[in-house]
């Protein structure tokens, strides 16, 4: 009983801890979010959580984790003061948790309630409730407006200038603040068309409701529509298009012949941008990224969310030059960033003028504008070029505007210069950003009949704006009502597709013999068993009615389960197969269930490679679609690399690093696609069933799918997934994937003790790699049983050591008939359960993994034949103790180790004799395949090693059965002639920890 409530008061405590933690976290994250930004609605909330961090400033995290994550760790800190040091022996010691929970839940609560009201959450939801005809009452579609451009285009320069308004003026000239902070700026506005008429205090636009983010702002000025979204619709990164069915003003310029291009100093895909201008206009983009990879900034080089706009700024002079150059009238559009909040970037050339940094910065940004439109100005194409400078929306820096007054209307900045035509009103015009639309188009000398584009006006005209007509308040609460309109114009008109379903509970790999109509059927790592294995079934048909044909697979003693199976009665390979194992208890498990080719099941994704270029090569009339997934290129092999350019694909993976790609390979022609952007590519087969293909690399959403009738067919590989259609007989021969992302799993698995009397085995396991870490979660176990026995199975929980990222288990041994022992370590989290290794070996060796304690005793053993093969070369970092070990085994090779790299090596050592010992000659040349004899007690072994470009693996095959770990190093297998067994399988690993292991 006392057991009991003391484990009751030890759990409580820990979720006391758990509320503190969370509820002073979340209280002190929504009171940074309140007082950072003060214009915040909960629409952009919304839109921002389901948008893309990529691109996000590496000054704004900093701020988050100072103002959120600091305090919480300062309360925690004071709260173990109070407990552990001040009132250590008070009896209110007791109070101090349950006080400070009640403290830090308060705290979140009065958050909350401030964030709701200040969010305008209780209007959105009376919005969402009661949806509205406003938008589509007043909204003019301009693909129904006959716009007519001059003969002579003019082109556009359009600046949306970082959170500029023009409250940074003085009061004198139409601003809010005592000292100018943007004199330059106030004069373009005064000297050019700010549409105040002939008062001198300059004039801008009102940002309404979901126009007050960045990517709003654009979507704004640029369609005359607020950017209204939804928690239901996708995140804005993987959206496959951004409003399909609107005509914005990127259409009309593309329409008209214009080039377009997009510049600014941060990644493009933040928020969406890169969607919507790839989608409305086909604007180049030329991003942070791409500056990088045209060299005109360092690979290392990131400030502030990229590069500053003095660099913007320059290469914009370059750009607009070579545009000037071209045929084709231009659309230049730059996004400034150096204004940004909190406070902006200094860049070198920013004064100290004023006492606040963000009114420097401000100062800063103003000249360098007025000094691009002067360098413009100055350029020859200047005559044709209209000029048009505006604030994206107010800035989000509550305290900077803390001394504005209440009554004062805080605008965007606007002017326009050099404008085809002029105001026909002379008064000082009320109009909101959405106006920019039809006004830019107007200052092209554009005709717009009835003036009227989206919900803006061109205020050159004399038509009324909708601000004038309704007024702000009138305005806004129209625009946050819910509107069913907008969102037919969102809807894509695509129907959700659904996850195809799949029994691959194993690693299933497919080979062909030397016979006709007979393939090799290998089944290994096997997975979500909870019993040992007494048999395994495959059955195989046609794939209709048929009956199924049975197939009781042998088993190899190790780990591979295996049949020959006779497709002389299957259309080509084509086929039904399904696997099921039989548990030593009685229970049957359907580990393998699909209607597929079965030729192209492949363990290794080479091995799928070669397997879909030989159907090629035979003139197959098969369609390949391919999908990469988050950084699929990551832990990319050359040699994959080369198989994938032989099938015909021309991307170089190499340098794929962490972009999306498709690929499309029909009758020989090649479609194919890399970007860092989201991508989607839509096709049909030969006999007309339509497909369509996502890919997501790692900024961007990181998923990826390929569509075909409603089902989404992808394995969601972190690496590459295909789809394989065969068009003469309309039907799906593949929807495999391959991880080539994470490096090869590998673990180090070591002995720490034996009770004889118990017959306990305490091992650790270190260095887990090929699996992500926070996939391994608490979840990781180590499945053990006798290899004579598999219903000795048993599962052990291992418990993590935090501190040196240990894991450790105690197996319990008693009801082992052999001292030989199978280990299977295995990792559970969100991507699934992964097999991270498996090996076998015996209680006489596991106690060895010191290296030269374990060849010393290989060395003194009577009656063994050592067995080794290299896997990608881990040959150039054996130590002098390891290559010590092997000479004194018998091998002569370990002295030439040193330039061996990428090399493959095998050896054979019979009763301290080396029979066999090769290494491979270069990196470049075959590597060591198939090196076959027999052992002293006449037992067949089969050798391979490959070097990293060669084919990257090893086998030891001894009386049919693979023993090799595969892994990376010098892979060791100890056969015992006594025993007529194999008694040891291992690895000498010279990453990480320097040991012998399982």
């Known amino acids: 009983m006392g057991k009991h409530r003391g484990r009751l008061k030890a759990v409580g405590k820990a979720l006391l801890w758990v509320l503190i933690i969370v509820a002073a976290l979340f209280g002190f994250s929504l009171r940074w979010m309140l007082t950072t930004w003060g214009e915040l609605t909960f629409e952009e909330v919304l839109y921002q959580l389901t948008a893309s961090l990529e691109g996000t400033g590496s000054g704004m995290i900093l701020q988050y984790v100072l103002n959120s994550v600091v305090p919480t760790i300062v309360v925690l800190v004071v709260i173990l003061l109070c407990r552990f040091v001040f009132l250590k022996n008070s009896d209110k010691k007791r109070f101090i948790m349950p006080v400070s929970a009640i403290l830090c839940v308060g705290l979140f609560l009065v958050m909350f309630v401030i964030t709701c009201r200040n969010l305008g959450v209780v209007p959105y939801i009376r919005g969402q409730l009661f949806p509205g005809t406003f938008i589509a009452d007043n909204y003019v579609n301009p693909d129904h407006v006959n716009i007519e451009f001059p003969e002579k285009k003019r082109n556009l320069i359009y600046i949306f200038m970082e959170s500029g308004e023009t409250t940074f003026a003085d009061k004198e000239n139409g601003g809010a603040f005592d000292q100018n902070v943007i004199p330059e700026l106030t004069a373009l506005a005064q000297e050019n068309e700010d549409f105040s008429g002939d008062d001198n205090a300059i004039n801008g636009g009102v940002a309404l409701y979901d126009t007050t983010w960045t990517m709003a702002a654009i979507f704004g000025q640029t369609s005359g529509l607020p950017l209204k979204t939804s928690l239901g619709r996708n995140g804005m990164v993987t959206m496959e298009s951004f409003f399909p069915n609107i005509v914005t003003m990127g259409d009309v310029l593309e329409d008209n012949g214009y080039k377009q291009v997009f510049m600014l100093g941060s990644p493009v895909v933040f928020g969406g941008r890169a969607t919507y201008f790839m989608d409305h206009g086909n604007f180049e983009m030329q991003d942070y990224y791409y500056m990088q990879d045209q060299g005109k900034i360092p690979k290392d080089y990131y400030v502030f969310w990229g590069f500053e706009d003095a660099k913007l700024f320059d290469f914009a002079k370059e750009e607009a030059t070579e545009l000037a150059k071209g045929d084709e009238p231009f659309n230049l559009t730059l996004l400034t960033v150096d204004t940004h909040f909190e406070d902006g970037y200094v860049c070198e050339d920013c004064g100290n003028e004023f006492d606040d940094q963000y009114s420097n910065v401000y100062a800063c940004s103003s000249k360098k504008i007025s000094e691009f439109v002067k360098w413009v100005q100055q350029q020859d194409f200047y005559e044709d070029t209209s ?436 280990f299977q370590i295995n990792s559970k989290g969100d991507t699934g359960k992964v097999r991270v290794s498996e090996s076998l070996s015996s209680l006489e060796y596991l106690q060895y993994y010191d290296v030269a304690q374990y060849f010393d005793y290989l060395k003194n053993k009577d009656n063994i034949a050592v067995i080794l093969a290299d896997k990608t070369s881990g040959l150039e970092g054996l130590d002098d103790a390891a290559k010590n070990g092997l000479k004194a085994l018998g091998l002569s090779e370990p002295e030439n180790f040193a330039g061996a790299a990428e090399c493959g090596y095998a050896a054979v050592v019979s009763n301290g004799q080396a029979e066999v010992e090769m290494l491979q000659e270069s990196p470049a040349s075959e590597g060591i395949n198939d090196i076959s004899g027999k052992l002293a007690d006449g037992t067949e072994y089969k050798i391979t090693s490959n070097g990293l470009r060669s084919g990257d693996d090893c086998k030891i095959v001894i009386n049919g059965t693979d023993y090799s770990l595969n892994r990376f190093g010098l892979n060791i297998v100890v056969y015992d002639y006594d025993k007529g067994e194999v008694v040891d399988t291992a690895v000498l690993n010279a990453n990480g920890d320097y040991i012998i292991s399982r």
């Open 387 to 822: 000029i048009v400078i505006v604030g994206d929306h107010p800035t989000m820096d509550l305290n900077y505007c803390n001394n504005v007054d209440s009554s004062y209307q805080r605008k965007v900045y606007t002017t326009f210069i050099n404008s085809a035509v002029e105001p026909e009103r002379n008064d000082r015009r009320e109009y909101s950003t959405f106006d920019m639309f039809p006004t830019a188009i107007a200052s092209l000398g554009a005709t717009i009949p009835g003036d009227r584009l989206g919900l803006g006006t061109n205020l050159f005209s004399s038509e009324e704006t909708l601000l004038e007509k309704y007024g702000k308040n009138s305005f806004n609460t129209y625009l946050q009502e819910k509107s069913v309109f907008l969102d037919e114009l969102m809807d894509t008109g695509e129907k959700d597709f659904v996850k195809f379903q799949r029994t691959y509970d194993a690693v299933i790999d497919v080979s062909k013999t030397d016979k006709e109509n007979e393939l090799r059927v290998e089944i290994k790592k096997i997975l979500g068993l909870a019993e040992g294995i007494e048999s395994m079934d495959l059955y195989i048909s046609s794939g209709n009615d048929d009956e199924a044909k049975k197939y009781t697979m042998d088993f190899d003693g190790f780990t591979t389960y295996s049949t020959i199976i006779d497709t002389s009665e299957l259309d080509g390979n084509y086929g039904h197969l399904k696997a099921v194992a039989n548990g030593s208890f009685g229970g049957a498990t359907a580990i393998l269930d699909m209607e597929t080719d079965i030729y192209l099941l492949s363990e290794t994704y080479l091995s799928f490679l070669h397997k879909v270029k030989e159907y090629l090569d035979e003139g197959k009339d098969i369609t390949v679609l391919c999908a990469s997934q988050s950084a699929s290129s990551t832990a990319f092999k050359e040699y994959d690399q080369k198989a994938m350019n032989e099938l015909g694909f021309e991307t170089d993976f190499s340098a794929l690093e962490m972009q999306s790609f498709y690929g499309v390979i029909e009758n020989g022609t090649v479609t194919e696609k890399v970007n860092r952007n989201y991508l989607t590519y839509r096709g049909s087969f030969k006999d007309g069933l339509g497909y369509k293909i996502n890919s997501g690399g790692y900024f961007a959403g990181r998923v990826s799918h390929i569509i075909v009738e409603g089902v989404d067919y992808t394995r969601n590989r972190n690496g590459f997934n295909y789809f394989i259609y065969d068009n003469e007989k309309g039907r799906i021969l593949s929807s495999d994937g391959y991880v080539t992302q994470l490096k090869d799993t590998d673990v180090d698995l070591k002995m720490v003790s034996y009770d004889e009397e118990s017959k306990k085995l305490t091992v650790e396991v270190s260095k887990i790699i090929g699996v992500r870490k926070w996939d391994r979660k608490d979840d990781t176990s180590i499945k053990f049983f006798d290899p004579a026995d598999q219903s000795t199975l048993n599962f052990e929980k291992m418990t993590l050591n935090t501190d040196t990222k240990i894991y450790t288990a105690t197996l319990d041994l008693s009801n082992f008939k052999s001292d030989r022992i199978q």
